[in-house]
């Protein structure tokens, strides 16, 4: 019986654990609030300040804000796809096979010289994306790497010992 029970054992699908979890659930809420913070900025305070920059700085300011853009975005139909799983509206391996069009970053693209020439509440904007990228991206890899195969041909070394003692003893099974 006990047998039967440890074979029909099967690992805990910590993917599906872990999109269901509370730590994501904050990621998912502090991701969202970001996109909207960033909005609100873009559309309101940021585009007057990008109006009194000059040439180099409006050009840097363009450029900074459209990848800040384009990583939310993506960050967000990540946390978006991955609420799905949770909500139970599809599987993890759907996502799987979902999330290959949602493009992660794998490096961050924001050019150095660009940054002392922006406004601080962008520079602060662009610096939390990529931290809030960093994070997602460290959970993408945990969430979506496949669990090593348990080795099925490798005998357990306890239970060989135990048939050589009752071999060597002639002791019944169990």
Known sequence: MRD???????PVPFGERLASSQAFATLFREGMSLVEET?????????????????????AYAT???????????????LLLHRAVKEGEMSLDQANQEKAKVKLSPVDTTD???????PSQLRDLIARSQQ???RVRRLDTTIHTPPEAAP?????PVE????LLKAAFGADAD
């Open 4 to 10: 039967e029970v440890l074979s029909q054992a099967q």
């Open 39 to 59: 909005a609100g900025y873009l559309d309101g305070p940021g585009r007057q300040e990008s109006k009194d920059l000059g040439r180099a700085a409006a050009l």
């Open 64 to 78: 900074e804000s459209m990848r800040l853009t384009t990583r939310l975005m993506q960050l967000a139909s990540w």
């Open 112 to 118: 150095p010289h660009n940054l002392p020439l922006l």
């Open 132 to 134: 809030l990228q960093s």
């Open 152 to 156: 099925s041909t490798v005998p357990n």
């Open 160 to 163: 060989q010992q135990l048939g």
